[in-house]
């Protein structure tokens, strides 16, 4: 890598890396009570996640099979101690945030939701594409259990801007390299040419 590429190359991570971060979607997603919701219908989730973590058997899932943006959707929440049998019985906080490793610690509060015929249920409208986390969060027994779930509304660009940020460095160095070369090969056929006529070669 020549001197002008390299100082090329470190001029466009610098960009990059005070690139502000990209921030969770907190502005394009509203927190619903689950009884406005009237798509409690017979469509399957589109994702179920089953965990154990501490004491308590979790099942995650959401609502409807594809979620796309405007259209009301729910996540549902089963926890159940594992020795007892017994559900949850409490007070679960459901939060989310934009998935990916620009996330820079945002996250808004989709609401707190009791139990309801041994379900924690939650709506949500988002307004945007793209793909997300929700975090259900309680307490129980003195400890803290956190439950994330990914979630994706609609059919989110396969490029983000990190892809877009990476290819366009990849397009400048390529095309810093080739200009280089040129002038390289410009450079040796000057100086072939004065070193046949017997003139002092210009430096490369």
């Not at 997603?29 to 469509?43: C, F, I, K, M, Q």
């Not at 996540?75 to 049998?85: F, I, K, P, S």
């Not at 990476?166 to 040129?182: F, P, T």
């Amino acid at each position: 890598m020549t001197g002008m590429t390299r100082h090329l190359f470190l001029a466009v991570m610098a960009m990059l890396l005070y690139l502000p971060a990209v921030p969770a979607w907190a502005h394009h997603v509203l927190g619903r009570p689950a009884y406005s919701l009237n798509e409690d219908s017979n469509t399957p989730p589109s994702m179920e996640v089953e965990t154990q973590i501490g004491d308590y058997y979790v099942t995650f899932m959401a609502f409807p099979a594809f979620p796309r943006p405007g259209e009301p959707g729910r996540v549902n929440l089963y926890a159940v101690h594992m020795e007892t049998g017994k559900p949850f019985d409490g007070t679960v906080t459901f939060k989310v945030r934009d998935d990916g490793w620009l996330f820079d610690g945002e996250e808004e509060i989709l609401g707190r939701q009791t139990i309801d015929d041994g379900v924690y249920r939650q709506g949500f409208l988002f307004s945007e594409e793209g793909d997300y986390i929700i975090t259900a969060f309680f307490e129980a027994g003195g400890e803290p259990y956190i439950i994330d779930f990914p979630l994706r509304i609609g059919t989110p660009a396969p490029v983000g801007p990190v892809g877009v940020a990476v290819g366009v460095i990849v397009l400048v160095l390529v095309g810093v390299n080739l200009l280089q070369r040129r002038r390289l090969q410009r450079l040796q056929a000057v100086r072939h040419h004065a070193d046949e006529r017997g003139e002092a070669s210009p430096h490369v």
